[in-house]
């Protein structure tokens, strides 16, 4: 079982768009797929129509006294679970304060046979949880815009993974991109001199992104010949070559 994480200090750069719609693209490649859902805002959770709940709490998941055949949901994607948020995962920080740093992975052990990919999407905070998701995910997804003040959280990620000895394999990728713009081209053009591993493909800012809001789908769902939905269809495939 493979673990991968969304993940950015900075909100707004379109890291859960990128959850669903990645783990809804290796879906469709035919890998088992389960989408934890871990920030309180639930946000994936209601793209995808899964009512944002936990039963038991998340004290029980995160003590291991949780039945996972009653808090993981099927979603309408054949292949894709979502385990879902609620505003109790706001708790989840103290729950794992006491916890080893891979408990999350220790937390899924149950189910690590049923499938071959975990999805999280995090919350945008340096905390237990998030030190628990650098020691138990195989790489970082981070989302970044090409903007200043974007890559400098990258920056920041980085110097926060050092100073704190995590050795945690970062895959920064670029969304919200818009090729018209100077700016954006410049800071695209020398980013892989800094960050070697940087994914190639790039998400463009696309209001079919936007609309996910609306429909509570991923993007080829419903604009299957998007830019968009081709952008993440490339990324995907460029994923799973590194995952092989």
């Known amino acids: 079982m493979r673990m991968l994480a969304l993940y950015s200090i900075k909100g707004g750069v379109g890291k859960t768009a990128s959850a669903v719609n990645l783990a809804a693209e290796a879906a469709r490649a035919g890998h088992r797929v389960l989408l934890w859902d871990l920030d309180p805002q639930a946000a994936t959770s209601y793209y995808l129509r899964v009512k944002p709940r936990v039963r038991g709490g998340v004290g029980k998941l995160v003590n291991g ?11 309408e994607l054949d292949n894709l679970h979502l385990l879902p948020a609620a505003l109790a995962s706001r708790e989840m920080d103290e729950h794992l304060a006491n916890r080893g740093n891979s408990h999350l992975r220790q937390i899924l052990k149950p189910v690590r046979h049923d499938y071959d990919l975990v999805i999280l999407d995090c919350p945008p905070s340096l905390s237990h949880l998030s030190e628990n998701i650098f020691s138990s995910v195989d790489a970082l997804l981070v989302p970044a815009v090409p903007t200043v003040l974007s890559l400098r959280t990258l920056e920041q990620l980085q110097g926060f993974l050092d100073d704190h000895d995590i050795a945690c394999t970062l895959w920064p990728f670029m969304t919200l991109a818009d090729r018209r713009r100077a700016l954006h081209r410049e800071i ?3 980013l892989h001199e800094r960050w070697p591993l940087m994914l190639s493909q790039v998400i463009p800012s696309a209001s ?5 809001g609306l ?3 991923p993007v080829r769902d419903f604009a299957p010949r998007s830019p968009a939905a081709r952008a993440y269809t490339a990324l995907w495939l460029e994923l799973a ?3 092989c």
Do not use: N, Y
């Open 65 to 75: 006294k949780a039945s996972f055949g009653k808090v993981i949901r099927h979603t």
């Open 215 to 217: 429909e509570r789908r």
């Open 188 to 190: 695209m053009a020398t």
């Open 208 to 212: 079919m992104v936007e609309r996910m």
């Open 241 to 243: 070559q590194r995952l």
